[in-house]
């Protein structure tokens, strides 16, 4: 009897379709890179990623250990063909390590069209306790616990999380939150748009955010806090502070006797000020549209018939100025 042809060649024709379509099917391919660097306390990582998230922590070895994700959702062949154009490098020259990673690709086809913004980049760090850090990343999320050393960061867009940082910190992100916490050395951080909380900072604190709320607490140096648009709540706080809003309403708590002269002023809300019963301060306090209330008996430095939206005057025989300015709302003075 022959052979029936037809039902072979059938057969193979369903396999071939099979496998191409296994081929080309779609699912998350990921992919990870390692490298460990001998490396001494007091060196430098220098990071710059054309995307992704960085995590930098510390041990007490003394190397460098780096893990890199990366993650697309193609086929697996159109996966293969990402991960060769996305270029990462891992070196290190002395006690200084760098981690490069960026496209190589032809950005005007392949990459754009499904897989430039498919590709997703984790990179986990682990240094020795003692390191200088410089981070920067396209777009993603950068934080840093445990660190001893000068530490920069930049994101053009994600959020920051800086915890027990011993050494200058500066950090920018042009669009998301910034947190520090429980950190030694002066503090540069500021973005284009996010909330920020700062507490159990001891050294001098620069924040800023374009849009967006200002939590502080327990701040020892001195400080200066900027929104645009947002509210600011400082509380705990023991070193002299300069806390202004363009729109929002500015609470502020003094423990203690002030270390200095402190300034809390807004465009459009209410400012309340809570000092020490014994606090001894001047006060200079004014309001374009409310009135200036106070739980204090203040000896006032102006002659004249007190108006009931300005207050100048001495607590408690007086001492660093307290300015508390507000064009669209209330001022009041509360005994802690």
Do not use: Y
């Amino acid at each position: 009897m022959k052979p029936n042809l037809l039902n072979l060649s059938g057969t193979r024709t369903v396999g071939l379709a099979l496998l191409t379509m296994a081929a080309s099917a779609r699912a998350d391919i990921e992919a990870t890179l390692t490298k460990s660097f001998q490396a001494a306390p007091g060196g430098q990582l220098v990071v710059q990623l054309d995307r992704g998230s960085i995590e930098l922590k510390s041990s007490d070895r003394e190397s460098v250990d780096i893990e890199l994700t990366r993650r697309v959702n193609a086929s697996q062949a159109k996966a293969q063909e990402i991960f060769k154009d996305h270029v990462v490098t891992m070196t290190q020259d002395g006690n200084k390590v760098e981690v490069r990673a960026e496209c190589k690709g032809d950005t005007r086809f392949g990459w754009f069209s499904g897989g430039f913004n498919n590709l997703h980049v984790a990179c986990v760090i682990t240094v020795p306790r003692k390191f200088d850090a410089d981070l920067k990343t396209a777009g993603g999320h950068i934080s840093a616990v445990a660190l001893t050393g000068k530490l920069k960061a930049h994101t053009s867009g994600g959020g920051m999380t800086f915890e027990k940082i011993e050494g200058p910190l500066t950090a920018h992100t042009s669009g998301g939150h910034i947190m520090v916490t429980g950190c030694k050395g002066n503090v540069d951080v500021d973005t284009s748009g996010g909330g920020l909380r700062l507490s159990e900072i001891e050294g001098d604190v620069t924040a800023r955010t374009s849009g967006g709320s200002i939590h502080a607490r327990k701040l020892i140096g001195k400080s200066v806090v900027r929104t645009s648009g947002g509210s600011i709540e400082a509380t705990a706080i023991k070193g002299p502070i300069e806390a202004r809003t363009s729109g929002g309403s500015v609470t502020a708590e003094l423990p203690g006797q002030p270390a200095g002269d402190c300034t809390f002023t807004t465009s459009g809300g209410s400012v309340t000020v809570t000092l020490d019963a014994k606090a001894a301060v001047d006060v200079d306090a004014r309001t374009s549209a409310g009135r200036v209330s106070t739980e204090f008996p203040v000896t006032a430095t102006t002659q004249g018939e007190q108006k009931k939206n300005e207050l100048r005057g001495k607590i408690n025989g007086g001492g660093p100025l307290i300015t508390a300015h507000t064009s669209a709302g209330s001022v009041r003075f509360k005994k802690q």
